[in-house]
Each structure stands twice: as C-alpha cells, then as structure tokens.
C-alpha cells in the first residue's frame, strides 16, 4: 500500500509554490496518493490567468485585481524586488533545466495529484469556481482533515 | 480512537492563525484531541489586549509595546498595507459570515483544544504569564515533542 | 524504537532556523533519529561565512553576494528592521541564556542530527558544495520523502 500524501499550500509565493509541487510530483512518482489543498494566498496559484472575474461586489473586484493570476505571476517570498527576483529566478531554473511552475502543475495532474480549493478561503475572497483552471475540486477543511488523518505526510507550506 | 493533532502556531499574522484555528476547530469537532503550541510572534495571538506591562528591563517594554496584542491587532503576512489589508479581509469575512478570530479562539477553548504557551520564547520576549489570556497551559519543546509523536497530524504555522 | 523525524527548513529566517534547530535538538535528545532537509532561502543557514565563491555566471555570484552567509547573517522574518530586529533578538536570549543559532547548529552535529543540503535548490541558486560547512549530506526531493514516509513527526519551516 503506498503511503497518502496532503499538502495544505496556504502561500502565494512562487518558491514555496515550487517547494510544493516538487513534493508533490516526487510523491506521485513514488506511487504515493497525493492531494494539494490551497487556501487563502495559495488559491491565487491556480487562477486562470485571463478569466472575465464577472459580476461582482467592487471589494471583491479589488481584492482579486490585487492579488496575482496564476502560477506565471507569482512573487518570491524574499528578495522579490517588485518582480525582478521572481525573474532572476526563473532565469536561473531554465539555465539549469528546473521546470518552470506551470510545468510541475501539468505534471502533478497527469500523475493523479488532486488539486482542491478551500471554498470558504474562495467566499471570502470572492473567487469564483470559473476563474480557476480545470480539474480542480472543491472542498472544505473536514475534507481536508479526512485525508490528512489516513495519510503517511502532512505538510503545510 | 479518535486521531491527536498538533499545530504549532510559529506565525502571528492574522490569516495564518485563522487558518490555524480553523483546522483545530474542525479536527475537534472530528472528535481529535488538539494541542496548539504558540511560540515566537504566535504568542501575540494570545496576549491580552490591555495587560499592564508591569515591571520590565526596558528593552522587554520595547518588544512588548512593538508587538500587537491579541487577536484584534494582528496584520495579514500579504497585503496588510499598514493593516488596510487587515480590515478588508475582517469586513470580506462578517460578510460571508466567517467567524472572526476571537470568536474562533472562544470555538476552540469550548470544544477542549489546549493551547500552550512555549515559556522559552515567552522569557526571550519578555512575555509574562499574566499578560496572556486566562486557560492557556505552558511547555517548552518537550512538551510539544511528547504530543507530537502520539498525534496523526502535526503541522508548523 | 525511537520514531524518526523530518524538518524541511525553507526558510533563511534567524527565527525559523531557531525553531527547527531547536525542535531538532529536542527530538534527537529524546532518542530520535533526526534529519533536517535544507531548500531554498534555508540553504544560507549553512553557508560558510568566508568562503571564496570561486568561478561563477555572474548571475550566480549576484545571488551568492545577495544572500546572507551562515548563521549570524540572518535577519528575522518580521520586524527585522534592516537587522536591528535580528540583534534585539540575539541579545535578549544572551540575556535569558538561550544558545545562539551557531551553537545550537553544533549541539545538533553533536547528537548526531543529519543535515541535508537539497541539490537541486543549490544548482539554481549557484551555491557550491565547498560553500557549505563540513559534514552536510546531499539530496533531493526522493532522498526526503524515503525518509518522511518512514517518520512519525515532519515538519515544514
């Protein structure tokens, strides 16, 4: 029996994005059974990146014009120099052939990683089930407890 | 059986601990028996809004009078700008009828969670027992490892 | 049988690198057979301080001159104040006899603690092997999950 795997991915940031998704395709490639919870910053990470937000209340049009659409926009969580270190570090990764994020998250969903989004982090940030990526389910936190209390590893990042 | 979790709560931004009550107050209600450990900025999470400082070296009244004091002063760790991000997310939350912190923290002392305080980071940060809320127990590292290795799910906030 | 654990340090923080050195030590004290995977802005925690970076893209040598070189460097990962912070923090635990990251890194060595340097993070940020103290191991995401399936308490920091 493999072991279970949940990664609650609460960051926003492109590294720990990263960190995340590494795990989680190392994880799966070891036959592990492997789901991915995003919640609050971590939800802008699988936002469409061109998705029309819709008719909504204009405090929740701001909060979703502020906050970054989708792997390709992400932050570091230090050094991000208004985006220049974000780049710096993306240069680094295809010099040393590291697949880039949107990459990893391809790979994750051929191997099976399920991805879910918290639905109360996405009511209070007022994103809509259309503006994230396909494929993705929706849960809340006894989902999440569900599989953390069966799997081997449970991490938060 | 039921499953024991732990969290520690390291951080002491408002999102995080909400996360972190949020999972605890769902584990609870699974029927999980949960410890909490505050240490570092995550002790402000349970210092009591109006404690008189009493007598301290004056570097001790520093970080006490820099650090915010209790569950209504924390800031957001994305997006506080100056604690605007702060209020947006409290008012996007009574608006979605999300309970805010205090009333989460009240959620977890009712069903039994325990929350310890980690005396080591309370005696570098000169925080007193008397300037943190009533029912809190109090541990070092020993403590938190003792419940770690019995627990299902151990996550670091 | 002592249960294994696991401690993925992310972060560069002082105060991250305190918490999972000093969880670290504790679980080795209690038996526990410990090993601490290094990524990202962790791997500044085991930089030499006066190492020649030698020949490098000036890419990388930017990257090396930009990051914090070993233990005393770090700043704290809130109210770091361009360093102030991170003194405050150093001189208050001197005051409450609380060993300073540097020692708690050797008091680690000591009980037997295994440091692993992740690799993949090391070739993206240009960090060389001879960069890094004597007697670190290096992996990669599989050599961590071989080890966190067979733990019972790991960590993300």
């Known amino acids: 029996m493999a072991d279970k795997t949940t990664i609650i991915?609460?960051?926003?940031?492109?590294?720990?994005?990263?960190?995340?998704?590494?795990i989680a395709n190392g994880a799966a490639?070891?036959?592990?059974?492997?789901t991915m919870f995003f919640t609050f910053w971590g939800l802008n990470i699988l936002r469409k990146a061109h998705a029309a937000p819709g008719k909504k209340p204009w405090m929740e049009r701001l909060f979703g014009a502020m906050m970054p659409k989708g792997p390709e926009r992400l932050g570091l969580s230090k050094m991000n120099m208004g985006g220049l270190g974000a780049?710096?570090?993306?240069?680094?990764?295809?010099?040393?052939?590291?697949?880039?994020l949107p990459q990893l998250m391809e790979m994750a969903r051929e191997q099976g990683v399920k991805l879910v989004a918290c639905t109360m982090s996405m009511d209070v940030l007022g994103i809509r089930p259309e503006e994230l990526i396909d494929g993705v389910d929706f849960g809340g936190v006894a989902t999440y407890l569900g599989e953390a209390y069966e799997a081997k590893l449970n991490l938060f990042i």
Chains 1, 2, 3 share one sequence.
Do not use: Q, Y
């Open 9 to 22: 991915v609460f960051s926003g940031d492109l590294d720990k994005a990263m960190a995340a998704f590494i």
């Open 29 to 34: 490639a070891m036959g592990s059974e492997v």
């Open 87 to 100: 780049r710096m570090m993306k240069w680094a990764m295809r010099r040393k052939n590291v697949s880039p």
